[in-house]
């Protein structure tokens, strides 16, 4: 176990172990880290680097959150300044109401990040709403579930490497600046993310048994013996 994450430390670490055996590691799963694509080429220069396919997931589904977030906003503000108009004339004011009963101000977030298809009516109906008055929010929501299905489909890297310059193109001709995240992560990153396609690793396990760790440090008010955390840790999830 090395204490922190810096990567001169956790090299110096990992070159204890000979490197005929560091040699034998074939393939490695990553996040978006340059700290730790670092580590893994210089500790494990035969290794096959692979950027796992959720921490991708997650930067376009953040995009689309923050096209929901500035329409919000922007309804936010427009109501504001429509009730001070309001008062400055002695009217009263209501805020527009949707169909269903929702204010302009009120934004469906589940729906966004879920498959259409595991919509419930209502959820669908909510849906709907939100993308006929938001139609760069649909565009966003649509180019987010494409790059999901890219991931889910079985087919061969070649085809799926295809599929994802396709994608690629369609964000660069969209225009959305909050996808510029992603396509720079693709432009500098692109054969760590075709090598999820050989064999669909994923460093799930990892990401569980870290986040335990996490939630018992939180039950503990903090760790002052780290032997004895390691010692219970080892018991319980080992």
Known sequence: MVLGADADRVIHALRQIKSVLRNKVAEAALDLSDSMNMICRMAFPRASRVIVRFHLQRLA??????????????????????????KLEVCRYESLRLENGDTMKVL???????FPEK???????????????????????????????????????????????RWYNRIADSGFKSFNTIAAIFYEHSDEILNFFD????????????????????????????KFLIFRLCNIYA
């Not at 589904?61 to 309001?86: F, K, M, Q, S, W």
């Open 61 to 86: 589904l953040g995009a689309v959150r923050e096209i929901r977030i500035r329409h919000c906003r922007d309804a936010i503000n427009t109501d504001t300044d429509a009730r001070e108009n309001a």
């Open 199 to 226: 064999n669909r690793s994923t460093n799930a396990s990892a990401e569980s048994i870290n986040s335990k760790i996490k939630a018992f440090r939180v039950k503990l008010n903090g760790v002052n013996d780290t």
């Open 119 to 165: 919509w419930i009516a209502s959820l669908r109906q909510r849906a709907d709403m939100l993308f006929r008055l938001y139609p760069d929010l649909k565009e966003a929501y649509r180019l987010s579930q494409n790059f999901r299905n890219i991931f889910n489909k079985r087919s061969t890297k070649d085809s799926d490497g295809l599929n994802l310059a």
């Open 108 to 114: 469906p977030a589940y729906a966004l990040f879920r």
